[in-house]
């Protein structure tokens, strides 16, 4: 892959500083070379431009000059991203639909997809035109998966779900597993069978070995845009709105709702039935129950405002048995001072 | 699948209130249909009463004479998993032993069991009545799968395990994976092979990508009818009780025993060698390390008496920067008032 | 396999006490049979001593002479480790490349190495000798897998990545799905392609169903030695140091730095672009954002010094309520003298 700066530049709508030259490849400022495009967003390693060997940096204006040769963008991650599917080579070797792949004669597979060895497909499913089903994935019966959907190795897709277009699964993710659900009974925990369904929206992308279930009855749904991490747990009949981010290990209870645009941290757990608010931010590791406001930003455990978080947790609580000291001290002196003003009282 | 309610009813050993009518599945009181069953349990959706199609809803004395027509019940939930297992349809589209698979020459697989195609069954390996091998699951040498239990796609059952009876794996569970054990020597961590082994007892099911690491000697065990949820990690040499709930995300450290009808929330964390009291309680995120008694409740990391944690937590966090801006405060006025005390003092 | 006490201490370099016998396996002091050895570190289990069967105890010197029969070791996990070795039966129950694995034709595995039916090598990757790629692998195209690796059943090793030897994969362990990019757009997250790498050093081993992303750009790194445990998420760009020890469930941000022999212990979260120094160690749970010093004990949430949260958390937080009431009192007691400084004073 070779291409002239302002061919680039002209396919991105953006200008270019410096004289043309070919690009073959996009890397980091310490590690591209006269032929890569590299790119500086924060300022913190603007000290790097001295000493890049990159051919051109994609940057805003204010660091243009700076660079031997510049790309100058407004949104630098935006045409970054745009560069790199450019430059980018897909995952994967095969094309069309292996002899080593399992495809239930009922099945229905777009003659423009991909299927790789020792692939599942159950009955009554369907794969949609330039889908790519890698090595080992399992789609269960009645389930059908929208167009361009890139399915990395080892997924799993139970029975009856729904996957929309764009939709890309890392690998080793688990969509429709049974729900979490028991009648206690007097014999032990009965399972209550989850005979709802998943529904996955257009453009959603969701992280290796993430694990989101299937409904008791009725749909666990995620909206279209929205981006899961690696290790995700998502429960029975949760619905996370559209354009969310929900990040590494996040754990979220049956039957929560999640509204648009809400950002969870790492490691971030949500209760059973609990309703985050659009926009909403919740910070890293933190435990959230009951509802949560639009637009607000929260942290800890149970989550408060995230600023009364960081100031408890991180400038207080190490402060903590100092100041059970001075409580102390401060009643041994107080202590004091009522037993002097007793027995020094004037009135005696 | 069709039933009358009234044999439903008579299946159930339950009584109905209105005139029979044919019910064909099970759905949520918002999305139930004339022919469907639905149920209700929690007073706060009463009010769905008003406005279901449902033809039929599920629910405790109190509520009966609200719906339409009632099924009547004292543990709805019980009677609700009991007709949802008459109306579900179990996952997958095949039956027998595909020709895809691999068994091995020296396994025995009882021949009323299904196994999908690129399943593979070790040497020595034995699988029971009944029981469904799904796509992409792994069975080590001389491992034993008992009667109706169901292995979703892509489970790892490593060599040497032992399962009970109506055991279910969601997909991707790895069930004896190495522990994690090493020496510390001069050259770095040597790993201890780990040549115990895992038994699963009867009625236990775990959830979808979660690890149960095979004991470094002896066994790692967990009782019957325990249930594990999702991404749960478990320790070597662990012993989990009989009738648990490790909800989502738990973590598990080596050689920690856990009695019976404990109850383990989401993310909650258990140190190495801990033991935990039968019919404890352990609230979200907790952080437990050592003897918790039986029947406790607790919370926080490290987890103390759920209802200090709550109140520790929830009311003083927040209030803690007012608090010490309050105990500066005291400090200065006690200051003032003990000069004010010495200076004015009667005496002098 | 039998081996008689004399040659296995003469193999270790050790010296045992009692007469010469035949031992055939490795078990706990409460299972071991007499022909078993069985070992003892922990001083609290020496009264296991009295009861144990074992026809050998592997132990330091002091407790040499309340078994019937010892191997004395300066470092008894050490040994432990070297005797298991000797008597660990290895995973596994086929040797060569099995025909019903997918080998592309542009691939090269060494002729020693093992091949499982529906493992899939991808073109231009390699096995390296004496490798063992059990059922279900994925091992994408321009892979190369080192020497003696176990890349156990159902693992995931996306294409263009590299990996030493003696690398351990436990089973569902995804390596180089893509990091979690995107760029802010007003019609979205648009997802910025990763097209960097992730290089495993020598003698690293990787937890059941842990997921480590590959870079952005550039190289996600786990230097040799380092162990990972299971169900870590690991981000784009990180590089941990040699010889680390990453437990159960942590989950690191992309771009974080890890010194060399870093404890991190289970369900530890670190944030993006984090530095933590040499042999630093974080307590379980912690959350941990911004650099670390080298050496350092760190734990809670946001990590303070271990002692610190120590008591803060265990000691002060559960009498944080009566601490309110403590101040509250103390104010009134305050207010009362205050005013009767005011009213009984001797000028007025």
Chains 1, 2, 3 share one sequence.
Not at 27 to 41: C, H, M, Q, R, Y
Not at 236 to 254: A, D, F, M, R, T
């Amino acid at each position: 892959m070779s291409m002239k700066l302002s061919a680039l530049a002209m396919e991105l709508g953006l200008e270019h500083t410096g004289a043309d030259i070919d690009i073959t490849g996009v890397n980091t400022l310490e590690k591209a070379g006269p032929e890569d495009l590299s790119f500086l967003v924060n300022p913190k390693y603007q000290h790097l431009l001295e000493t890049t060997k990159a051919g051109c940096v994609l940057t805003s204006g204010p660091y243009a000059d700076k660079a031997q040769r510049a790309l100058i963008s407004d949104n630098v991650y935006m045409d970054l991203a745009k560069v790199m599917n450019i430059f980018a080579r897909p995952q994967g070797c095969l094309r069309g639909i292996s002899e080593l792949a399992y495809v239930h004669p009922e099945a229905q597979v777009d003659e423009s997809a991909t299927v790789y060895p020792f692939a599942f497909i159950g009955e009554g499913a369907s794969v949609g035109p330039k889908t790519v089903v890698f090595a080992g994935v399992y789609v269960g019966e009645h389930t059908n998966i929208g167009a361009n959907c890139i399915l990395y190795p080892n997924c799993v897709i139970m029975g009856g779900l729904h996957l929309g277009d764009n939709v890309i699964l890392q690998p080793g993710a688990v969509i429709g597993g049974d729900g979490y659900g028991y009648a206690q009974t007097p014999a032990g925990h009965m399972k209550i069978p989850q005979i709802g369904t998943v529904e996955i929206e257009n453009d959603v992308e969701i992280g290796s070995n993430t694990a989101i279930d299937r409904a008791a009855l009725d749909t666990t749904k995620i909206k279209r845009g929205t981006k899961i991490d690696n290790l995700v747990q998502i429960g029975h009949n949760v619905e996370i709105g559209e354009h969310c981010l929900v990040i590494g290990q996040v754990g979220i209870g049956g039957s929560t709702i999640v509204g648009n645009g809400v950002v969870l941290a790492g490691q971030v757990g949500v209760a059973d039935n609990a309703k985050i608010g659009d926009g909403a931010m919740v910070g890293a590791q933190s435990g959230v129950a009951g509802n949560v406001e639009p637009g607000s930003k929260i942290a800890g455990t149970p989550a408060m405002k995230a600023g009364t978080f960081l100031k408890a947790a991180s400038v207080c609580m190490p402060k903590l048995p100092e100041l059970f000291k001075r409580v102390k001290k401060l009643e041994k002196e107080l202590a004091i001072l009522t037993a002097e003003a007793a027995g020094g009282d004037c009135n005696e």
